[in-house]
């Protein structure tokens, strides 16, 4: 449909809709949208067509005006809202001034000055307004301030984004007292104390025993109102509340609850009413002089509270039976609905849009809807709790199932609440009950549409905040851009492309719930990354065919038409993977469909802007040169279809390109494939991760021009995505509109030890029987210390006897010291959680196979919960205190490496009674009776738990223990359940799922059960203050290790760098977030409602040492979901540079000053620190080169990393992100030191490139004067007793743990073809690590060598199970030795090569 304007103000006047016409809605047009002659004699408009200039989103206003000056957001101009009088003529000036939120109230304050102008007498007035973001501007704030200074009123709303607050609090504060009145509406509890309407305040708000403060907490306790909640309470028991006031105080308050009931009216005939009103009471020069007609001061024109409108109904209905009767008949018939048949979508509106007639984006969706042949029901609420509304409007009278299919809310905020406080359960229990697809769109607030069009980035940063992240917690999807604000006019406007897809989205995902099962089609995709046969079903830690055939087996439960399922997973591997007319093992995939180049042309509206980086189809990629080639397989009516990859992958000049390419003509004819020839009712996208949310576009809010918006389209998006992986499932859900499904990872186990690892163990124990025995004791130690350099332990322990030392010349205490040593490294590779396996979807695991995840589970204080980690309550049995364990045993002393390793046993015995008692034979999960428990333990001597410590020496009281194992057996219970195939039959029956959090089912069990909608955190809320007490933690022990390390073991690094992630920050609520403040010696605080937004500086005495100098590249997805933590950091880097402080004892101000003078810049410009990838790109492309095998040399990946990372925010410039390479390797050519966070033992170091793909360590040797390579150092914070360690020695132990450890690979080549594949997957990505730090040690490559090449039945497996990936395997072994990382024999290298040739043959069948 073309470009419209959007209003149905013709059709309201024919229709006589009086309550809704003004003065505005007159001016307004028709839409023109898709037509019935039906739907067209209702938008029939006699009026002017020139009317429409201001209101739509030309591509001529799109092109003509930029993003915000300055890198700001907006360069809305306020001196567009100053009303003066035009011949005050003597008449008794006022004047006003106010800062809004957003920017409905413009126009409406406009006219309503402009009424008073030019109707009023003996009054007039001036108004001037500001958007609250206009504030940023250094020269708006000086023409805020100067405009206050003169002012008579201020009016303040929605003041909640915590800079701009301080900022609005320091200009009017100082004023308040010679100002006639203040009135803050809802705000910032610092901004609401400046209220001042006569002798009522709100000075004390929060401290206050006033009647109005009790009367709001009170309702805050009852019901989580929020605090615009708790003033319309009040202004309904005004008259109960008004009695309690002294009688002037009375009048004020009552003044001001009244001025409050004209601001929520909104119209410009309330506003008038507002503004005369404050004059004739409180305006010096006018009050006392009747100045003001009483009959000019007319009563609010109020709407209800809450409602169902509809811009052509005769009034705003209260009951829902009342609606539908007039909808259905009267307005559906006049449009061509079938009442009976039409699918119906609920819209939940702001109010205060209405209120102001600026509805037209609202009666744009509606249009659009209807045109489609659907109905509306289109319910508001007074405040921001729509939860009631929900509940009342949504369901046809007595019907306990819901009248809508869909719901879309246009509010753009959370269900239950506004920008300052949410109720998230409240919510998600009025949506599990509504159990309909839920949408939340929304309008641009801080940016024109011609602002966000043009900005990269796309949807501000506090609005991302507020109204993209909170509604996701509800369980919201498809945070899609419906309508824009107009530069100049502030009036919402639809973006018509925008409204038009919203609108079709919306109904399919109503018609998944009406469509027949057996009609529905459903395209599962999976990925091929690296691009080969050997990797198709790529996802993390995903059994991919296996769990695709329990989706199959399920659908066809549910009576959908999936033809003849195979038996097995390998024969559907097998038909995906091969070509059926092939004679031999194709290279090419099973071909399901042959798109002819002029029908792909036809059919993809876009392929023109693909050739400036592909050129003209069909191109190299997914083609034989004739056709685009769609691969995959179809079943009945599912299609299982291989999505293609980036296209690049292999290609080194791409791979150094900043930005990213767009998508290649294989890529938009897959997608164009699945919804215009396929007919898909919705696509499964089949684990973690594909390329789709990944291609260039904005981060946030997509426009029509992003590549994942547009392949996409208008199918509805289901993902499959791992449970401890929430950030990159956010950037799925925000960039291509998908609905997540949460998947487990595969159950942990202890990785224990083996071969010569576990014989080093048991000689351990030995020794600790013999230690005194002078004559056996040496001897063992001897042997301990032979198999310790045997195991390769020596490069983890400085300070080991060598081969040959004879250890009788120790003392008792000097052997201990040595097998202390030997006994940690063992027992950290032996206590370390390794994910066995790959997990099956609909598969969960058995009560045993959870025992470690509790184990661990149990470890953790939750001082929250009340109740300390198991390890911690056995040590204070024994009155010892863990923490001194944890340090004694991780400088290697004997006695307390075996302490906590009976503390360990311990707590593992009792876990595992737990399970024991709750589970039945078949080893699942019973419901254990509590009472019938505690009764049990009575009188069998104590619960199981108890005595199994007990048993291991270990008196624990029954009352210390039983929080933790109330919680331990909840968690069981979570641990072992299962929705995963539950949430896809739902979601595909057109239901809600619903939502929880990702991330580490250790630290927040509230992960689990699986089969949820996930989403990540509210952004401003970290870091929290147990992350900064963690933080401390790590960077204690990583200054004092590197300052030991030093040549003179004392002196600090004078500069970090740090990779941030948003995982790890999302499951750690922000600890390496925090890291970085606590290095530069500034402490995060939280604002007054709890968002962490402000900085203070901790002082160098209180420090104890110098501020540490950063340099921070973030990750794609960090800056994607934290851009306002990226502001925080900037913040506080600028904040450290420009302390007046000896720069010996402040290196951030030494190398800001250093690079001040090279740059000729100032001190605050020169102090950028933190980098990320250019908008809507992600990674260093590092890793997309070692796994492809695309790269030159290091040099290149080198040049990568700077090209692609080096891109800056400035806190001062929020708005863009800069392209500042040079000033990145400025900041880098300082450091002396690389570090990054492991958070999770399901993820590590080799289980994905992300982690060498953004390690700077070579980079910075590279840059360094003296070419010195930095220390390269990791945080490992996955169990309770979190280490710093080197890199080299986490590679080590990463290496043991998997990739060398038989109870890893077996568990992996159980599941056949994907397993072997994760193993090639580790030893690639070991690799990587080689390439970009230098910190992998010959023996890995070696033994990895022994174990799948030298031993020809491994051979045979692996070539059996997945011959693709065994090639890339023996490929990655020559690569490492040809790039001089691995030094071997000749004989293994020919044994290579040998094998290499036979792979080759047998794939291609010769």
């Given amino acids: 449909m073309a470009r419209r304007a959007v209003c149905l103000a013709a059709a309201l006047l024919a229709t006589g809709a009086s309550a809704f016409t003004s003065s505005w809605t007159a001016r307004s047009l028709a839409p023109a949208v898709r037509s019935t002659p039906k739907v067209a004699a209702m938008r029939r408009s006699p009026l002017r067509p020139q009317t429409t200039t201001s209101m739509v989103a030309t591509d001529e206003a799109l092109l003509s005006t930029g993003p915000g000056g300055g890198g700001l957001f907006t360069a809305s101009n306020p001196e567009d809202r100053r009303v003066l009088p035009e011949a005050p003529n003597g008449r008794a000036q006022f004047k006003v001034v106010y800062v809004v939120l957003e920017s409905q109230y413009q126009s409406s304050m406009t006219a309503a000055a402009k009424r008073i102008n030019a109707g009023q007498e003996s009054v007039c007035v001036e108004v001037v307004g500001y958007l609250l973001e206009e504030l940023r501007d250094p020269a708006n704030y000086e023409r805020f301030k100067a405009d206050v200074k003169d002012a008579n009123i201020f009016i303040g709303s929605l003041i909640f984004v915590q800079e701009l607050a301080e900022k609005v609090v320091e200009a009017v504060e100082p004023l308040r007292d010679q100002m006639d009145a203040v009135v803050i509406f809802p705000s910032m509890p610092e901004v609401m104390r400046m209220n001042k309407v006569g002798s009522f305040t709100m000075a004390n708000l929060g401290q206050s025993k006033s009647i109005v403060a009790d009367f709001m907490k009170q309702k805050k306790a009852q019901d989580g109102s929020s605090f615009e909640e708790g003033m319309l309470k009040l202004l309904r028991t005004l008259p109960k509340v008004l009695k309690y006031l002294p009688g002037d105080k009375a009048k004020d308050a009552k003044s001001f609850m009244m001025t409050f009931q004209y601001w929520l009216g909104g119209s410009p005939e309330n506003l008038e009413s507002m503004l005369l009103n404050l004059a004739d009471t409180y305006v010096t020069g006018v009050v006392g002089k009747d100045l003001v007609a009483e009959a000019d001061v007319v009563e609010p024109i109020l709407l209800p509270d809450k409602g169902i409108w509809h811009p052509l109904a005769p009034q705003v209905f209260e009951d829902v039976t009342e609606y539908l009767a007039w909808y259905n008949a009267e307005h559906a018939p006049a449009l061509g609905i079938d009442p009976a048949t039409a699918p119906t979508v609920g819209l939940i509106l702001q109010k205060s849009h209405i209120n102001t007639k600026d509805e037209c984006h609202y009666v744009s969706l509606i249009a659009e809807l209807e045109a489609r042949g659907s109905r509306v029901i289109c319910i508001y609420s007074g405040g921001l709790d729509f939860s009631g509304p929900v509940d009342e409007f949504f369901y046809a009278a007595g019907s306990v199932s819901a009248e809508v299919d869909s719901v879309i809310n246009l509010t753009g905020f959370a269900l239950v609440g ?26 641009l607030v801080f940016q024109s549409f011609e602002e966000w069009e043009k900005s990269e980035l796309g949807l501000h940063p506090i609005q991302v905040a507020l109204q993209v992240s909170l509604p996701e917690i509800d369980g919201a999807i498809e945070p899609i851009i419906y309508g824009g604000r107009e530069a100049a006019t502030g009036r919402s406007v639809p973006l018509a492309d925008r409204v038009e897809l919203l609108a079709e989205r919306g109904l399919k995902w109503a018609n998944l719930r009406r469509k027949e099962n057996k009609d529905k089609k459903l395209a599962v995709t999976v990925f091929s990354f690296p691009p080969d046969k050997g990797n198709v079903g790529t996802a993390a830690y995903l059994d991919v065919f296996n769990s695709i055939r329990a989706v199959m087996v399920q659908l066809q439960k549910e009576g959908y038409d999936v033809g003849e399922i195979p038996e097995t997973s390998k024969e559907i591997v097998d038909m995906v993977l091969n070509d059926a007319e092939a004679k031999f093992d194709s290279p090419n995939l099973n071909v399901e469909y042959r798109m002819p180049i002029k029908e792909y042309e036809e059919l993809c509206p876009y392929v023109k802007d693909l050739e400036e980086n592909w050129g003209p189809a069909p191109g190299q990629l997914n083609t034989d040169g004739q056709d685009m080639l769609v691969f995959g397989k179809t079943f009945g009516n599912v299609f299982i279809g291989v999505q293609p990859t980036f296209g690049y992958e292999g290609d080194p000049m791409r791979l150094l390109f900043s930005k990213s390419a767009s998508p290649h003509h294989g890529f938009a004819a897959y997608y164009t494939y699945l919804e215009k020839i396929f007919g898909a009712d919705a696509v499964l996208h089949f684990g973690t991760h594909g390329s789709l949310e990944f291609m260039p576009g904005k981060q946030v809010g997509m426009a029509g021009t992003c590549y994942p918006d547009r392949l996409i389209n208008t199918i509805p998006n289901l993902y499959y995505y791992a449970a401890n992986n929430p950030s990159e499932a956010t950037i799925a859900k925000r960039r291509s509109y998908s609905a997540t499904i949460s998947y487990l990872t595969p159950p942990a186990e202890n990785a224990g030890l083996y071969k010569g690892l576990k014989e080093t163990g048991e000689l351990v124990s030995s020794y600790k029987g013999l230690r005194e025995n002078e004559s056996r004791g040496p001897s063992i130690v001897n042997s301990i210390i032979a198999n310790a350099y ?280 922000g600890e390496s977030l925090a890291q970085v403040l606590m290095l530069l010696g500034i402490r995060p605080v939280a604002d007054a409602i709890g968002r962490v937004n402000k900085l203070e500086v901790i002082p160098l005495e209180e420090l104890g040492r110098p501020r540490i100098d950063v340099v921070v590249s973030c990750s794609g997805v960090f800056r994607d979901l934290f851009i306002n933590q990226m502001a925080l950091m900037d913040r506080a880097v600028k904040m450290a540079a420009e302390l007046d402080e000896d720069p010996t004892k402040n290196f951030i101000r030494k190398h800001a000053l250093e690079q001040a003078e090279e740059q000729g810049v100032s001190v605050r410009e020169a102090a950028t620190r933190v980098f990320s990838n250019s908008a809507g790109s992600y990674s260093a492309n590092v890793g997309l080169a070692i796994e492809n095998g695309g790269w030159e040399g290091e040099q290149q990946l080198q040049e990568q990393f700077v090209n692609r990372k080096g891109f800056a925010f400035n806190s001062d410039r929020p708005g863009q992100m800069d392209a500042a390479q040079d000033q990145f390797k400025s900041a880098l050519k300082t450091v002396d030191c690389t570090f990054q966070n492991l958070d999770s033992s399901e993820i590590s170091l080799t289980d994905v490139s992300h982690y060498y793909d953004s390690d700077p360590t070579k980079v910075v040797s590279s840059l360094r004067n003296d070419k010195k390579k930095p220390m390269a150092m990791m945080a490992d914070t996955t169990t309770a007793n979190a280490q710093v360690r080197s890199l080299g020695e986490t590679v080590r132990l990463d290496a043991r743990t998997k990739l060398l450890n038989p109870k890893f690979y077996e568990g992996m080549l159980a599941s056949g073809y994907e397993g072997t594949r994760e193993i090639t997957k580790r030893l690639r990505n070991t690799m990587g690590w080689s390439a970009t730090a230098g910190d992998v040690d010959n023996f890995i490559y070696e033994d990895a060598n022994d174990v799948f090449i030298a031993d020809p039945e491994m051979q045979q497996r692996l070539l059996d199970t997945n011959p693709n990936a065994f090639r890339d395997m023996i490929t990655t072994f020559l690569e490492a030795n040809g790039r001089g990382y691995w030094d071997t024999s000749e004989e293994n290298i020919e044994r290579l090569q040998e094998l290499y040739q036979e792979v080759e043959d047998r794939i291609e069948g010769v």
């Fill in 418 to 443: 506004g920008p300052a406080s949410q109720d998230h359960p409240k919510a998600i229990a009025t949506l599990t009950k509504l159990d309909r697809p839920y949408l939340c769109a929304v309008p």
């Fill in 790 to 1069: 045997v195991c390769n332990l020596d490069k983890d322990i400085d300070d080991l006897p060598a081969e040959d030392f004879d250890s009788k010349t120790m003392t008792i205490d000097e052997r201990d010291s040595v097998v202390g040593k030997v006994y940690q490294r063992l027992m950290e590779i032996e206590s370390r959680l390794l994910p066995c396996g790959l997990h099956t979807v609909g598969v969960p695991p058995t009560a045993e196979e959870a025992i470690a995840t509790l184990v661990n589970i149990a470890q953790l204080d939750r001082p929250e919960d009340g109740f300390k980690g198991l390890p911690r309550l056995v040590a204070e049995s024994i009155n010892r205190d863990i923490d001194e364990i944890y340090r004694n045993n991780n400088n290697g002393v004997l006695a307390d490496v075996d302490q906590l390793n009976a503390i360990n046993t311990a707590c593992r015995n009792a876990v595992r009674a737990l399970v024991d008692s709750s589970t039945n034979s078949e080893g699942r999960i019973e419901e254990v009776n509590p009472l019938f428990k505690s009764v049990g333990s009575i009188f069998a001597g104590g619960s199981a738990w108890s005595k199994a410590l007990k048993a291991e020496g270990f008196e624990v009281p029954e009352e210390a223990l039983s929080p933790n194992f109330e919680y331990l057996e909840f968690c069981l219970k979570q641990v072992v359940a299962d929705n995963e195939l539950g949430a896809l039959v739902s979601a595909l029956d057109g239901r809600y799922i619903v939502p929880g959090p990702g991330g580490d089912p250790i630290r927040n069990p509230d992960v689990l059960p699986t089969g949820k909608n996930m989403h990540a955190l509210d952004p401003q809320s970290i870091p929290t203050a147990a992350a900064v007490d963690c933080a401390l933690v790590v960077v204690d022990r990583l200054l004092e290790r590197l300052a030991a390390d030093s040549e003179d073991g004392e002196t600090y690094p004078e500069s970090i760098a740090f990779t941030l992630w948003g995982t790890d920050n999302i499951k750690t609520y």
